[in-house]
């Protein structure tokens, strides 16, 4: 479901009020608090995006947004008040676990069984993921990368790194991959040795938003500059770590049902630990459907995962065992998601980078109703992604929280 547009004028006005206040009533050249907690009356897209665009990237504070009804008393609810309590309590304590993810905390961990393949070897998971623009998004709108990776051997901390590229909308020859993937790779490594002490014997890659037919331009654009990553200087491996790549995808029609009474939930759904590798799998690919949640409606939808590239020679136990276990980890939830956690992350990054460039996104740029020709078109586009740019690039993430997971 696409969100109403915000008309640009109401994003600056609730840009300024947030900043006026928040200048005004916190000393931020001298210390920080941890985090600002801002009570919304209503859900409103415009101060949610300017919030996060102001503290993420010009004023390094952390934020946590609430319902002002549902911190408070629930009172529009419709429900008799013991259920009101109970939903509250849950309410808060999904906050909870966002807020303490942010401030670098850890919510919940595997036991030593299950974690213990993730400690055999130092074991670096990485999340990849891409956004395009929408279809009312201004011609010549960039595409935004992301890319997130554990910092410590518990995996619960997966700070991220962000980047803008071309698209094909703007250039025909573009490139679809990451573009820029080398030295987002190189953050997340340097970050990893920063906090681990040590550089990762093995990195694990769980690539989004891939289709089938682009799996060989995984192979080609992406997985040398990652190879590129390990030899760079900056880092000085005493020896190369062993890379594995896996494709996740959801977007496909593949739904399985229990056989008999024994194997299903209450509501018809297959257990989650569900894995199928036979049958419906490819002949010659190293792939597997895991349902790793519990469906709460409908038939639930298992994710294709598909292993492309592999120095690590994973077993198909070891790594449909890994990618279960590692499903339980997810810093919002307290129990297992549908998609491993790496690649949700880098989802949640990316759409958190959309906001950062306001109109450009969500289509109340002037430009994003202009139909222009072929010739004079590519010109334009290529104007508005230099706008992009520098709208980018004049707030970074900022330096107090690039290695947080403020997105969360």
């Excluded at 093995?202 to 891939?210: A, C, L, T």
């Excluded at 000085?236 to 008999?260: D, M, W, Y």
């Amino acid at each position: 479901m696409e969100t109403p547009a915000i008309p640009d004028k109401d994003r600056l006005k609730a840009t300024n009020i947030l900043r006026d206040t928040l200048t005004r009533n916190l000393d931020l050249s001298r210390s920080k608090p941890s985090f600002v907690l801002v009570l919304l009356p209503e859900a409103s897209r415009a101060i949610y995006s300017a919030l996060k665009a102001l503290c993420d990237r010009e004023l390094g504070v952390q934020t946590l947004c609430m319902l002002l009804d549902q911190a408070t008393s629930l009172r529009k609810q419709n429900l008799p008040e013991g259920k009101k309590r109970a939903l509250q309590k849950q309410y808060f304590a999904n906050v909870v676990l966002k807020l303490n993810a942010k401030l670098g905390g850890e919510n919940h961990s595997l036991d030593g069984a299950s974690l213990r393949w993730f400690k055999e070897k130092r074991t670096m998971l990485v999340g990849i993921d891409v956004t395009h623009p929408s279809s009312t998004s201004a011609q010549g709108a960039p595409s935004i990368a992301a890319v997130v990776a554990n910092t410590d051997d518990k995996l619960t901390q997966f700070p991220a790194s962000l980047s803008l590229q071309v698209n094909r909308k703007i250039k025909k020859d573009a490139e679809e991959m990451v573009q820029d993937l080398r030295d987002m790779l190189i953050e997340r490594l340097k970050l990893y040795k920063k906090t681990c002490h040590a550089l990762p014997e093995r990195v694990i890659v769980y690539r989004d938003g891939v289709s089938e037919g682009q799996y060989s331009l995984v192979l080609d654009k992406e997985v040398p500059q990652i190879l590129e990553a390990f030899d760079s200087k900056e880092l000085q491996f005493e020896s190369k770590p062993t890379l594995s790549v896996i494709v996740c995808g959801k977007r496909h029609h593949a739904r399985f049902l229990g056989t008999n009474k024994d194997e299903v939930t209450s509501n018809g759904n297959t257990r989650p630990g569900t894995v199928v590798d036979k049958g419906v799998t490819d002949i010659y690919n190293f792939d597997f459907y895991l349902q790793s949640h519990s469906g709460l409606k409908g038939t639930v939808r298992p994710t294709h995962y598909i292993v492309i590239y592999d120095e690590n020679r994973i077993s198909a136990d070891e790594v449909q065992s890994a990618v279960h276990n590692n499903s339980h980890m997810y810093a919002r939830a307290t129990k297992a998601v549908s998609l491993v956690p790496p690649a949700y992350y880098a989802d949640i990054a990316c759409e958190r980078a959309r906001l950062y460039l306001g109109p450009l996104m969500d289509g109340t740029h002037p430009q994003s109703s202009k139909k222009t020709g072929k010739k004079s078109g590519e010109e334009e586009r290529l104007r508005i992604f230099e706008e992009a740019k520098a709208l980018w690039n004049a707030h970074g993430i900022h330096p107090d929280l690039q290695d947080t997971m403020f997105y969360i």
